[in-house]
């Protein structure tokens, strides 16, 4: 029986693939898309690549009836890409930039010129609060050799402890977009496992989309087949997650995906398919009698769930290990290029200075092909420092993130044995009164 207090919101994620100039029929796909948004009943509309401010101050003007608050996320070179339009009042927005998001040496690929990064918009949705987050990790490329993948789990790391630590006080959690990542795959379950948002392809009994709730069809006309390989019918990468809390249930009725063709229109709204998810919220107050009186069936579940995230963590922290040693390797090499041009520089300094030793003389070399070795010599050694700064801030953040990891299988560890997260520094330096210090020495 649906609660009498409940309250319905509808959710929708949607990658427009807004890159002017390459994405194909641009501005005709914004037309539709904001005509389509204003249609619509909506209450929260996550956008990704939204590229050009132009087009977010586009979309606002449409929707300033049906969706009279919004906010654009601003962040690196070309912006983060990421809007959020609301029926609801946005009370308070925040935006964390990841550490680590790709090469700028890989400007094809043009992540790092995003700026990817997590936003958030605190809502009120009647008497409840709702942290809202959108966000798009960075791109696979090719599944078989994943270059990136240890920093896509760096960014999936960043991304459930920003939302864990900032949503402590929500009675409601939404993150929608584009995480780049397959269900099962290892960022992913990093992030439903230690913040426990669930999935609303998996959680609801209604579904209308593409099989197997796939977001990047080969049915697609956007899309080159030959990058879905080998998932010929297309994958799924593109996701609503959720949660309630102590005193909000949440429950998703219903989700759809749009299906590639737009009825009455010559291609569909982008590469990627919408997503619209429509969450049932029920005010839930705790039974009181109930708490800590666990039956021996939860201790065991939470006990497994723990063993499990203990798993998770530690994969994740040997993938983060493996990027340590491939930066560390790169360096090297960029250091070694480096002291080659510095070297190549002084010997042609020394060489231009042989005629002014030698009083006079003439220079032994055509000056245009002098000038041009010492300039080809100028920009390796260039080169290569900017690379080693940028290889030595890689690995900071590489080893931040690896040392998080550390301390936090440690403590799960902890959690499992039955002993207390951390205990006070006093207890471990004073022994209690009367008893041999050596007692209660910290095992190693």
């Not at 609660?3 to 994620?13: A, E, I, L, P, W």
């Not at 409840?128 to 966000?135: E, M, P, R």
């Not at 497994?304 to 994740?316: Q, R």
């Amino acid at each position: 029986m649906v609660n009498t207090d409940s309250v319905s919101v509808r959710v929708f994620s949607l990658n427009c693939w807004g890159i002017h100039y390459l994405s194909k029929h641009c501005s005709e796909r914004y037309a539709m898309i904001g005509d389509a948004l204003s249609k619509e009943e909506h209450d929260i509309v996550l956008l990704q690549e939204v590229w050009s401010e132009k087009d977010y101050h586009s979309l606002k003007k449409k929707l300033a009836c049906t969706h009279p608050h919004s906010h654009y996320f601003k962040s690196g070179v070309i912006g983060s890409g990421m809007a959020i339009f609301s029926k609801h009042r946005i009370h308070d927005t925040f935006l964390y930039r990841y550490s680590l998001n790709g090469y700028p040496y890989m400007a094809h690929h043009g992540d790092w010129f995003g700026g990817k990064a997590v936003g958030m918009a605190v809502l009120n949705i009647g008497s409840l609060v709702a942290n809202v987050y959108v966000t798009h990790l960075h791109a696979e490329y090719c599944r078989e050799k994943d270059s990136y993948l240890p920093h896509r789990v760096v960014q999936a790391w960043e991304l459930q402890q920003f939302v864990r630590h900032t949503s402590a006080g929500a009675d409601v959690v939404i993150l929608g977009g584009d995480l780049n990542m397959h269900p099962q795959d290892l960022g992913n379950r990093l992030l439903r496992s230690y913040t426990g948002l669930r999935d609303a392809y998996l959680e609801t009994d209604v579904f209308d989309g593409c099989e197997n709730g796939i977001t990047l069809i080969a049915e697609n006309p956007f899309i080159n087949k030959r990058e879905l390989v080998p998932f010929e019918q297309g994958i799924r990468i593109d996701y609503i997650l959720f949660k309630g809390s102590s005193k909000t249930k949440i429950y998703c009725d219903s989700m759809s995906t749009t299906k590639g063709s737009v009825p009455d229109h010559p291609f569909p709204y982008s590469d990627h398919e919408a997503l619209t998810a429509v969450l049932r919220l029920e005010p839930h107050t705790p039974n009181e009698t109930g708490r800590g009186m666990q039956s021996k069936d939860q201790d065991s579940a939470a006990e497994k769930k723990l063993a499990e995230l203990v798993d998770i963590v530690t994969e994740a922290r040997t993938e983060v290990k493996v990027g340590l040693h491939c930066a560390e390797r790169m360096r090297y090499t960029v250091a070694r290029s480096g002291l080659m041009g510095l070297a190549l520089l002084v010997l042609e300094l020394a060489i231009a200075a042989v005629p002014w030793l030698a009083l006079g003389e003439e220079q032994p070399f055509p000056r245009v092909s002098f000038y041009l070795l010492a300039a080809l010599c100028f920009a390796i050694l260039l080169t290569a420092i900017l690379l080693y700064i940028f290889y030595t801030m890689e690995l900071k953040s590489l080893q931040g993130a690896e040392d998080q990891m550390r301390l936090a299988v440690g403590g799960l560890q902890e959690k499992l044995r039955g002993f207390p997260v951390a205990q006070p520094h006093n207890t471990q330096c004073r022994p209690p009164e009367g008893q041999d210090p050596s007692a209660v020495d910290p095992v190693e």
